[in-house]
């Protein structure tokens, strides 16, 4: 394929221009995250393949890849990719990062950097009411307070820590469940997360819809609570109730379809958007944003990501690839789809409600990431031993996460991911070659990059930590297996904070609340906001 090119000012006028474009950073995860463009989408060259579709489901979008200046030869590999994958209409920026730096444009560390900037700006915007840590804890010590903590995030990360007595009630459960847990008017609700976006926006839900409690956001979530010096619990299991009232289900829907019609959210049916998939000239994403077991029980057609209402405000950026594309979002009980609604049009989304979901069909676009490998075989753990005792010379090279490798390892094997395979890899193309993963698909990804190269003798094994211990060979668990500057699938800076280390949840803080002053204006225009919205005042909601 010829390689198209494109410089930093044209990009940035394709970002901000009319039509769809995907900005796919294709650095691993750990690089991506110290330094990226606002607009960026981490797609990892390790698992382009495996995710481009979901990402980019429209192969003649306009995608632009880009990496580090230096590493060229993975940010062209990358493409190839794509192009393998059917993408046509696919260009490297000149230069890389580095040459949008060097034209004076910002680049942001962290990771879902519009939805964290858009959480600030929202409370700005709504200057939604908070509560510090110090204050909320003498309240949930004071008898005569009625209060409640809604912590906003998924169940895993809830059971991670949390604030002591909080319930888990993910943002995008609020609209139908906050009621369930705190019947009584005279109670506040405190809503809370990790950090900073998920509280705002989670407060800021229960007040647009109008509930009569008195709501308030967790300044600084579970890490101001830490850094107060205050106790976090781990692994607790109250969560939001499973079941909502028939009898409540009514004025549930009655709020939404007032936030909906305040925020002028279209609804389509069944047949629009199958219409609408089968076009060629737009992307529509089709999201059910309710919970995972509602999501694997209604086993919906495939092309239905699951995109949990809270996470997809949250997060878009790990669901939704394409930017200036359509969004169609689902639940079947027409409370939750129209609050999130309400938060990704505010986010500068082209966003539908789906009437009848039940109705949909599509028929699902086919995956086309398998290579066809010809010189390579698949071990079991059971093999491992007998294959490094007939295969003395081999090179074991293995591909897991960083941080899984510097905890436990085979003696003699060596690191490597996908940009880095090819050093790692024997000059020598008919030396045998085991490489060990966690994910078959992951593997034959790599093997087919081996197989390109000249390699004829490769062997893919999957083994985790556990059968790594029991398979009976000399292992290492020596930490200073790899420096922390090659461990590029890791980001340091945003693990270090939940890690007892109050200077880097000082930092991550810090970061969060800055992002508005580094936007420029254009990446500022995209957001909007409401500001006479305040739910509370609003008739509609009552």
């Excluded at 903590?149 to 139908?176: F, H, Q």
């Excluded at 847990?181 to 705002?200: F, K, M, Q, W, Y």
């Excluded at 510097?406 to 070659?433: E, F, H, M, Y």
Aim: glycine content about 6%; some cysteine.
């Amino acid at each position: 394929m010829k390689t198209e090119y494109i410089d930093a000012h044209a990009l940035k006028q394709q970002i901000h221009d009319a039509e769809e474009i995907a900005i796919l950073d294709v650095r691993e995860h750990g690089q991506y995250g110290e330094n990226h463009l606002f607009f960026a989408v981490s797609l990892p060259y390790s698992v382009l393949e495996l995710e481009i579709e979901r990402l980019i489901p429209r192969k003649s979008t306009r995608v632009v890849l880009y990496g580090n200046r230096h590493e060229s030869e993975v940010i062209t590999s990358a493409c190839m990719a794509a192009s393998r994958m059917g993408y046509t209409n696919l260009s490297i920026l000149q230069d890389g990062i580095q040459g949008w730096q060097t034209e004076g444009y910002a680049t942001f560390a962290g990771v879902n950097l519009p939805s964290k900037t858009f959480g600030e700006l929202a409370e700005h915007a709504y200057d939604t009411p908070r509560v510090t840590a110090l204050e909320l804890h003498q309240w949930l010590n004071d008898d005569s307070h009625k209060i409640v903590v809604l912590d906003g995030r998924p169940v895993p990360e809830y059971k991670k820590m949390n604030i002591p007595g909080s319930v888990c009630c993910p943002n995008g459960e609020l609209a139908l469940r906050a009621g369930q847990l705190a019947p009584d008017p005279e109670t506040t609700i405190v809503i809370n997360c990790a950090g900073r976006t998920r509280s705002i926006v989670g407060a800021q839900t229960l007040i647009n819809l109008g509930i009569p409690n008195t709501v308030y956001a967790l300044e600084n979530g579970t890490q101001g609570w830490y850094l107060a010096d205050l106790q976090l619990e781990h692994q607790s299991d109250r969560l939001y109730p499973g079941e909502v009232k028939d009898e409540d289900l009514p004025m549930l829907r009655a709020r939404s379809a007032a936030v909906a019609r305040r925020h002028n959210i279209g609804t389509v049916d069944a047949p629009q958007v199958s219409e609408w998939l089968s076009q060629g000239n737009r992307s529509t994403f089709l999201c059910d944003i309710r919970t995972p077991e509602e999501y694997a029980r209604d086993k919906l057609p495939t092309i239905v990501q699951h995109t949990p209402g809270g996470q997809l405000i949250q997060a878009t950026d790990e669901y939704i690839g394409v930017r200036k594309s359509r969004l169609v979002l689902l639940d079947f009980d027409g409370i939750r789809a129209p609050v999130t609604a309400s938060w990704l049009k505010q986010q500068g989304w082209e966003v539908y409600l789906l009437k009848n979901p039940a109705a949909l069909e599509v028929t699902p676009r086919p995956g086309n990431h398998k290579p066809v490998l010809q010189h390579t075989t698949t071990l079991t753990p059971a093999d491992v031993s007998r294959f490094i005792t007939n295969n003395p010379d081999a090179k074991i090279i293995d591909t897991r996460a960083s941080m899984q490798f510097r905890k436990l390892r085979l003696k003699n094997s060596d690191w490597a991911i996908r940009p880095t395979l090819g050093a790692a890899a024997p000059q020598n193309k008919t030396t045998a070659v085991l490489l060990i993963g966690e994910s078959q698909d992951k593997l034959q990804l790599l093997a087919g990059d081996l197989e390109r190269a000249g390699h004829t003798d490769i062997y893919l094994i999957c083994m985790d930590a556990l059968s790594i211990s029991r398979c009976g060979l000399p292992v290492s668990d020596e930490d200073d297996a790899l420096e922390d500057h090659a461990c590029i699938d890791f980001l340091f800076f945003v693990h270090d904070r939940h890690q007892g280390n109050k200077e880097a949840a000082r930092k991550y803080l810090e970061w969060e609340t800055n992002l508005i002053s580094q936007i420029d204006e254009q990446e500022r225009q995209t957001f909007s906001f409401d500001a006479n919205f305040t739910g509370a005042n609003n008739e509609e909601t009552k």
